[in-house]
DNA sequence: AGCCTGTTCTACAACGTTGCAAACAGCTTT
DNA sequence: AAAGCTGTTTGCAACGTTGTAGAACAGGCT
């Protein structure tokens, strides 16, 4: 440990030291470091010694300098404090460490603006590359860029489908999804099933938007059921939080008081279309079914427990860098959009709680807070 | 954008790439770069241009590497998924970025080994320093280590004080935040008052466990109040989890059954000791009132919610960023142990829901999952 | 004209690392 | 004895950046 050159900083141990103690050259260090096989044992082993007695360590910085890379990846998403991405960053971050990587995290709270930045890099270069999570850009954005600054994988909702050059997008296939909720209240018995959800046909609409892909796989699920898809059960909202919800379901019953089953767009929908099913009276799941989409944290707590489609992050975070780790490798070949699985994660919501076998993958049924174990 | 030497890697542009453009030296560009005064404004606008151009941004790894330091911090806690850990990431991140600094966050779920591999830098030089919480760590370790190999500050429970050269502590006040417990029983009316926590009495005692300091707090406090403190009322479980408080309350409820407050040593404990009252039939908090600490998710969900001590993570996160810039910064004095702020969290457990006000500074006292606004 | 002052710009070196190619030692083969 | 192997070690250069020191220049003073 020497000091650094004008900052008065104590300066981890170098090659150049080990070499000085072992009596061999810098290269020769590096050699044994990374394993070259022609060192002689002896050699080696002195190396080894000297290694140990000063402390060293690889210097990421130089290394990067040297190789260009650094085995770093930046993961910018909105932020912790909700449980989808705290436990997606989980994923990111063991999977990561699986390939020998390390996770460099972002949080993006700064709206619009933030998110900006994080597309352009960050104004300065750090790690191998992106996972990127963004929730606000504009579509114009992506159309204004050539291509990113460095590799990037986008992963989340409302992306188009054109991409800038260097970049991948890792989804939800919301259309599939959609028809599985859809079918699954169709197997479960339902036959008069209405959807819900925020489509937007406004000007500003994004053709992509989550919410017509998903009412177009749950028209798809009408029709290969047989059942009439004519589109008169689908409730427009003006957003995805709970009161659009309860007011939608509000809406839908005066419209058509015979629904059995609701497909919500997302887990608050349908919190909101439980709340109104209450104030009806009418009982879930044996008058109505509701499912969700999203399994946010909620899910398993509202009554009855919901119903909802589970996305599978832990093959979003692994294909997600898979995909980024060819970018880094140096493909450079067009944007490529990847679909990744889901589970149904079947709760009461849909099925009377003696009704049959349950599987819930991600999480208990009706877990009761108050049990013991933990 | 070029290529880099024998990886076919493509290469961000450089200050050189800049300077060629603009027709200056590098040093002029890196000048304008870092807002040198001395650079005319001509100059300053044609190297401003040349730097759009070409999407120029400095590499952080030159930089660390000339200057030795990368303004990144690496940040090692047990797990995400845990929401304490998730909302503690979120706000040092937070709290980083408004100091200009990255977190490189790793995740520690390997056990000791893992820990120990932190301990032990890594086993490459990457940021300035590291935040380490560590769950598992031995005291011999610390106590065999003469100097962390980075500025470390540590965070967390279970730490002993003398800590290695190069690092420092930052943690809650266990005694003070036990007396506060303990108090805010007396000064709601309590005065047959237990303390339950899991007590090391044994060979393999940690001096400064978690457990000892809070009993502690509140032997303290009941002396300050002038009840009686020999002793008699502190009921030691077996580990820190529901079961034990389960089988905790039990006997002391036996030995003691006029008790009218119970402290506990955490909100596990807490949920165990309120599955025993409801089956003695003993009401919470009529007859009597608990008290947890952790504030952890689940504590606004129990019946009735618990009041709690909530550790103020916030606090938490810029003392260990401000001791930790300072290490960075050169200072290398003896380690250093810091008490952070906690909030006392008052929910129904300890107060019937209308008796006087109540203030909650984190969550809402009793939420109902079912309510809209969200 | 010569000198000084202050501003603007640049050359150089070094941070720690690794790919390349050359040097070297100890052999066996011609 | 020279040439040719094989295995082992090393020097050199470059990655992008910035602190230091000094060069080049302009303007004003004696």
Redesign the interface.
Known sequence: MSQ?P???????PSLRDVAEIAGVSIKTVSNVVNDYPYVRDTTREKVREAILQV?Y??????Q??R????K?VTLAVP???F?YF??L??EF??EAQLRGQ??????I?GGREAERTVLE??????GDGVIFNPLQLEEKLFARMERT??PTVFIGEHLPEALPQGSDYVRIDNVSAAFDQTSHLITTGRRRIAFIGRIDTEQGAQPHSSGSLRRDGYLAALREHGLPADGGDVQAVADW???DG?AGAEALFARRPDVDGIVCGND?LA??V??TL?RLGRRVPEDVAVIGYDDTP?AP???PPLTTISPDKHALAATALDLLAER???Y?GPPRVVDTPYTLVIRDSTTAADAGPQHSPTTPSAPD??????
């Open positions: 650094h004008s900052t008065g900083r104590r300066r981890p402390g360590r690889p210097q990421v910085a130089a990067q300098l190789t260009g890379a650094s770093m932020s912790l404090t449980s705290s436990d960053a989980q971050i063991d390390t996770v460099v995290l972002h949080s709270s890099g960050f104004n300065r270069v750090l600054s460095q939080r709970r009161p309860f608050d919190i909101g439980l709340a209450r909620d707590f509202t009554s880094i490798q140096g450079d807070l108050e049990e013991l174990p933990r």
